[in-house]
Structure formats: C-alpha cells, structure tokens
C-alpha cells in the first residue's frame, strides 16, 4: 500500500486537505528541482521581488486571514536588494549559483556551488514566519522544498507560496513553475513512518521546534551524507551600559525596544525576554521602566497585540498580581504588554506576549556567568571600548549574534551560527580553462 500524506501545497497550487502519495510527491519534486536548477539566479530572484511586491499590496487577502503573521518582513527581506547582499554575503558571488567561477585564492581553480537536491523542513508551529525565510534560501541554491508544518498550523506557508505561484514572467520560468519543486504537507506525530519515509529521501534536513521534539526528529532515519540544521528553542535578551543610560535619548532606545518585544509577539529565538541595565541606582531603573512602558502604548496603534490564549492571559495576570505584591510592575490596561522587576539576577523566564524582565546588575561582565548554549542573540547599547569587551567575552561564552537595539529580529546570516546558505550546496571544482590552455601551449 503506497503511504499517503495530507498536502496544503503541491504541485504548485493549494490542495487542501487532499492526500497524495508520498513517494509520488518526492518524485515530482525532485523533477521540478532539475528544472530549477538550470534557472540563472537572477531570475528567481526577479520573481521573489515580484513576490515581495505583491505581498506589499495590504489589499491582499492574506492580509486579512493572517494580520499578525509578519507578512510585512517577509515581503521587505524578500526584496531583490536584499537577497543579493545575502548570497553575495554567502557566496562572494552570487554567480557561482549558475555556473564555475574563477578562484581569487586559487589561481589555477575555478568554482561552482550545485544544489544538494531535497531538502526537508520541519516546521515549529510557534513561528512559521522564520521557516519561510529559511525556505526561501532553499529556493535560492535550486532546491526541491518539501515542509512539514505541525498538524494543527493554520494555512499560512500554503497561503504565501499560491502568492508566489501567481507571479508572472517568462513562460517557462514564471512563478507557477518555480512552486512545483515545493511541498508543504502535515500528518499526525502518530504516523512514524511518513517522517521515516520523508527522512531517508532528503539530502538537507531542517529542524526548528523544541529541543525534545528536535531530538526525537533527528533519530529519524537519513542517508549518510545528509546535512542536519537545527533550529531549536532558544532566547535572548538586552543590555544597556551606565554610560547609555545616562547619555542616550532613551526615548528612541525605548521605542526600538518595544518594537523587538512586539515583532512576533515574541515568539523567536531573537526576541528578547531579559533586560539587564548597568547601574546601582533602582530610581534609574523605575524611570527607564516608565519611559518604555509609554513607548510600548504608543507602539500599539501600528502594532496592535493579537489576543493571547486564555492559558496565557491567567499566566499573565498572575505573574503582574505576584510582581504588584512582592516586586514591581508596569503594564497596559489590557494584557498588551508587561514589564517585571525584581532583584533577581538570571534570565527570564521566558513568557512571550510583550513581557519583558528588567533587572539591574553593577557590571555587565556579570552576565556572563548566565549564558547557555539556549541563549541566541544579545543586543546590546555600550559605548565603544565597553562593546568590543562585552561582545568579545560574550562569544567565547557561546553567544552566537549581537544587534543593535531594534534590530533584534532581523532575519540575517549567519543565523544561529550557520551560513545556511553553504550548507545547502555541494560544491565542485575544475582546473581554470586559461591555465590549462596555458599549460598545453
């Protein structure tokens, strides 16, 4: 019996709740790929633009079934001006995507960089926004994409790629075409042998969710020389030295913070949960509370705050009713945002929903001793001699992305330590044809 999977994308257009054999959809996948990869990169990044373009228009539907989704980044990162710094930041040369190029080390040796053939993602139901991003970087090095999203994930991926697909250039090389070395499918965590089968056949596998869940995902079988990627939970968090706080215009630093608390509503490993400041003084923190506290009430107009589950509304008001008995705290009428302090000195715990943890600490260097492979970025404001300490100390204790304040979840390579990129290649290399020309005269 030939093992059935429930697609959302497939063949270039939508298939809602329609199965389909899975060995079948690995075959068309891989047939769209060898027709991918005879694409010149600058054509698809031709229709990426155009798909970021059309993304831009908010009379787009999508726009109305997923408003907190963060469609607006993907259609700024997937703009041709940017994709063209990524590769050119990856690669040296985009080119090498087409064909060899001449080495700059090696006088005798040119390059090329090929697509590895399948790569499998699976998808983390908390932000699907990053796995878009991450898949746009299949598509880029010439993949054939096959996603697994969580089974109870809503129709976001399958959403943008029909966006996708609509793109129109030439004939044969349009949007539609380029969807067909694309799969987005789902099946219960039950059905083993769907991800067994997915597995074996992939030459990339991506895995973003959980630690647990990414461990159990890579026991999965897979071929010998398959490359794994691994995108698991993490967090971040915010410094800011005494000399910021008592030179900067902390209403602008306010208003960049609230904007990295409120981009996916602080679901990503990017997004901070911890503030720590540099200072002895408690008065200085309550002001610095006051004034982010207003930053964030004047973000919400542009930003308005999804509802939270009613799980995560009792957590909410329980940690503000704790904090107003034994600490401090500062939040909106509704539950939009929270701020907490304590005289704590750790990290977190993450809560997600524009909750954040301002604490203080008389040095920063402190903060090392905190710490965890868990921890992703920092972003950090510190004049410069304090900077260049503080994100050399920092890195060689594990942190792998710092980022000016406001910039914090910025889709960017390396991401968690990967030029994802490189990864998802396989390279080959030939004697130049001048030397060998050369040679033989």
């Known amino acids: 019996m030939k093992p059935l999977i429930q697609t959302d994308f ?104 090929l697509p590895r053939g399948l790569v499998a993602h699976w998808m983390a139901g908390n932000v699907p926004t990053l796995g878009f991003l991450s898949l746009v970087q299949g598509i880029l090095t ?135 400041l540099e200072t002895d003084d408690r008065s200085e923190l309550v002001k610095f509370a006051i004034c982010l506290k207003e930053a964030l009430e004047n973000l919400l107009p542009s930003m308005p705050k999804m509802m939270p589950s009613q799980k995560e509304v009792s957590a909410i008001l329980n940690l503000r009713t704790q904090y107003d008995m034994f600490h401090q705290a500062w939040y909106s009428d509704g539950v939009e945002f929270t701020l907490l302090s304590d005289q704590e000195f750790r990290l977190g715990p993450p809560i997600g929903n524009r909750t954040l943890y301002i604490r203080q600490t008389v040095s920063l260097e402190r903060i090392a001793a905190l710490i965890t492979p868990n921890v992703q970025s920092v972003g950090i404001l510190a004049e410069p001699e304090k900077f260049e300490k503080l994100t050399t100390l920092y890195a060689e204790m594990g942190i792998q992305r710092f980022t000016n304040i406001g910039t914090m979840t910025q889709f960017e390579s390396p991401w968690d330590g990967y030029h994802i990129g490189h990864h998802l290649v396989r390279w080959a290399s030939r004697p130049r044809l001048a030397a060998l020309i050369s040679r033989r005269s």
């Not at 329609?18 to 990169?41: G, T």
């Not at 831009?56 to 989704?69: C, D, E, T, V, Y």
């Not at 690669?91 to 960089?113: P, Q, T």
């Not at 965590?189 to 973003?208: H, P, Q, T």
Request: aromatic share 8%.
């Open 142 to 276: 010439k993949n054939a994409n096959l996603i697994k999203v969580a089974s109870n994930s809503d129709l976001l991926l399958a959403r943008l790629l029909q966006l996708l697909a609509s793109v129109k250039k030439e004939e044969s090389q349009n949007g539609a075409e380029l969807t067909r070395s694309i799969a987005v499918v789902r099946y219960d965590r039950s059905k083993k042998e769907l991800g067994e089968y997915i597995s074996k056949y992939a030459d990339v596998r991506f895995f973003w969710g959980s630690d647990e869940s990414v461990s159990t995902l890579r026991r999965l079988p897979a071929k010998l020389h398959c490359t794994d990627l691994v995108f698991s939970n993490k967090t971040s968090f915010l410094v800011i030295d005494n000399h910021a706080l008592h030179n900067a215009d902390m209403s602008l630093v306010t208003k960049r913070i609230a904007g990295d608390m409120s981009v996916f509503e602080q679901k990503a490993c990017a997004s901070p949960h911890t503030l720590f």
């Open 10 to 113: 497939y063949s270039g257009q939508i298939t809602e709740n329609e199965s389909s054999d899975v060995s079948a959809i690995i075959e068309s996948l891989r047939n769209a790929q060898r027709r991918l990869a005879q694409w010149p990169i600058d054509r698809i990044i031709e229709i990426l633009n155009e798909f970021a373009h059309c993304l831009m228009n908010r009379k787009q539907s999508i726009h109305h079934h997923f408003p907190g989704a963060g469609l607006a980044y993907i259609a700024d990162w997937c703009r041709a001006t940017n994709l063209t710094r990524l590769l050119e930041n990856t690669f040296s040369n985009r080119l090498i995507l087409d064909g060899y190029i001449d080495s700059d080390f090696r006088k005798d040796r040119s390059y090329r960089a």
